[in-house]
Each structure stands twice: as C-alpha cells, then as structure tokens.
C-alpha cells in the first residue's frame, strides 16, 4: 500500500516536546473561552479528575512489587498529554481531542472461537476482576519512552473468563468506531484500531489490561474505559479504548501492518539491534527529562518473554 500522509513520527521532535504541549494547552483555553469565564479549574483538569467514575472506590488497587523500574516514574501530567491516539490526533496533544471519548456506558464483546459469546458493561467487567498496581516502562517504536503506574488485571484472567476453544491461535482486540466522536476517523486510516496476540503472548504474565494508572481511572489520552499494554513489545502493540476481543484460527490484519506494512509487522518486540527502516531503536528518549538510554532487548522484560519467541526466528520478530 502506498501512504501519502504523514505518520506522527515523521512530525518533527520539536513540535513534540512538553513545551509545545504547554503552549497548546494555553492555546486551547484561550480558544475555548475559559479563560474569559474564569474557569479554568472546571474545563481544563477533566483528564485527572476521574471522581466520577463508577469504578473510582477501586482505586488505589495494591502494588504487584514483583515489577521494579530502573528509572523514576514519567510524572503523571507529562505521560498524560504526550500520547499516540489517532482516532484524536496525528498530533502528540491528542490528549486534548481524547475529552470528547465518552466512556459511560461501554460494553466489551468477546466473540469469535469461545464456549460462549458475551458482552459485558465495563464496570462489570472490572469489579470481576483483580485489579492491581504494576510499574512498567512503555517504548514507543519512535524511539521515546515512559514508565507508568498501571493499574489493571493480567490478561491471562480475562482469557480464562472467555473459556477460548482449542482451535483459537490468536486474540484480536479492536477499538471503538465512531467517527463523529473521534475526527481522527474521518481520516485515511484502516478504521477501526486492531491489534492482535498470540495466544502464548496473551497468556504471559506481563499481557496486562489496563482500566486506571497514576492510581485512579485511566485518563481518556490513556486509551480509557480499557487498554492493553504489552511492555515487551513497542507501544504501537498497545491497543486502545477496546470494545471488542476475538479469539481466531487465523492471523489478524493489524492496524499498523495494513498501514504500513513494510515498517510496522505483527510481531514487534523491541530490539535495540534491529533498526526501523528509517531510524536507529539503539537508544531512547525519556520523556520529561534530557535524558536518553540505550535501549533494551525486549525492553527489559526478557526473563519474561524470551521463550514465547523460540522456534520463530524465521519471522520478521522485531519491526
Ligand atoms: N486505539 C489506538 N491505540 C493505540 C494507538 C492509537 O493511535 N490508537 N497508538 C499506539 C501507540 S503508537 C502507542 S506508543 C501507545 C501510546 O500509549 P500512551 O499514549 O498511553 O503512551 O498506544 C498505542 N495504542
Ligand atoms: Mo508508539
């Protein structure tokens, strides 16, 4: 396929800095005339005021210790509003477009290759579940990276909820479509948002789903009501605001694969080594502060994944 518009990445660092997220944020209050009616406290902090939230009395959940960082964490205000959300924005401020996702009510199918289709109300689905705390780092195929407190449940448990037949190799997780909420739709993209997992990587331990992080409801830039993120993998993996999981026979066509094949595969597990066809993944840059660090292989996290990836060396594994 040949793509004519352009990705996020290819905008230029500098329009991508907190600084110009500063701007932006004093350009939209403008605009939106909040200023004028002095109330900046009502329009502007929605993104970490989740009170509302029928969840909210879930949050603090307790720490899994068992996941440590070895950088501090990305402060909540600076993770919050660097996003990729494309359905809102090309641009990094998409946390500002994100307000318009409406989360309530929000229901979460799974189909495909189970004992018994369901759809449930996300609250449901969260109160089933053991929410807990986890630190984890986040590496965006663009070579910038984060670490966020997470709070959600293991995948693993929402598998064994959806009782999967044997003959189910794959689970797919697509985001909602609704163009008139999210102008990003309106747009040339593969509509709507899919990711996918093998059942092995969807089962491992680290596969999280994630309902709420900095210790509340997930902020709407985040990917609320509910998101995945697979920290071995580069972010792009991490599929947002799902309203469906599938279990399948076959490989899905993924978002990005059908965007741009050549650069984005299905695999995507972060390799230091293995450069991007237009950049170097040797190093990163911590978002927040000047600093950069030299990538890891499965960002860190292989003690966990490595063995899910042996007997594929022939697949593309990394990009
Ligand atoms: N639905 C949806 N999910 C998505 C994306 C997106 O544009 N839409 N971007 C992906 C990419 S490229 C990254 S790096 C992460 C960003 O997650 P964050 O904004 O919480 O850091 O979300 C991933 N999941
Ligand atoms: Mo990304």
Request: proline share 8%; net charge positive; with cysteine.
């Amino acid at each position: 396929m040949h793509i004519i518009h352009k990705k996020g990445w290819e905008i230029p660092e500098r329009e991508a800095t907190p600084e110009s997220v500063a701007f932006n944020r004093r350009a939209f209050i403008k605009a939106s005339g909040l200023l004028g009616a002095g109330a900046i406290g009502a329009g502007w902090p929605k993104i970490s005021l989740a009170a509302t939230d029928p969840t909210a009395s879930l949050y603090p959940a307790k720490r899994n210790e068992a996941f440590t960082l070895d950088r501090p964490l990305t402060p909540e205000q600076t993770a919050s509003r660097y996003n990729n959300f494309y359905e809102f924005s090309l641009s990094k401020s998409a946390f500002m477009q994100a307000e318009a996702l409406k989360t309530r009510p929000w229901t979460v199918k799974i189909d495909g290759l189970v004992e018994k289709p369901m759809e449930l109300g996300i609250d449901d689905l969260i109160k089933a579940m053991p929410l807990e705390e986890r630190l984890y780092r986040h590496r965006c195929v663009e070579a910038w990276s984060m670490t966020m407190p997470w709070t959600g449940f293991p995948l693993k448990k929402l598998v064994d909820y959806a009782k999967p037949l044997g003959s189910a190799k794959f689970v797919r997780f697509e985001t909602f479509l609704d163009p008139k909420m999210a102008p990003g739709q309106r747009g040339f993209f593969p509509w709507p948002y899919v990711e996918a997992l093998t059942m092995a990587e969807a089962t491992n331990d680290l596969a999280l789903m994630v309902t709420g992080a900095y210790g509340k409801p997930l902020a709407n830039s985040f990917g609320a009501p509910l998101r995945l993120h697979t920290p071995w993998k580069y972010g792009f993996k991490s599929a947002k605001s799902i309203v469906k999981i599938s279990f399948v026979e076959k490989r899905p066509e993924t978002f990005w694969e059908a965007s741009g094949p050549g650069e984005y595969g299905f695999w995507a597990n972060v390799n230091p080594q293995v450069p991007h066809p237009r950049w170097s993944q040797a190093s990163e840059e911590i978002i927040g502060t000047n600093d950069r660090k030299p990538t890891l292989l499965f960002n860190g996290y292989g003690e966990y994944v490595a063995d899910l990836y042996k007997g594929l060396e022939k697949e593309n594994l990394y990009i």
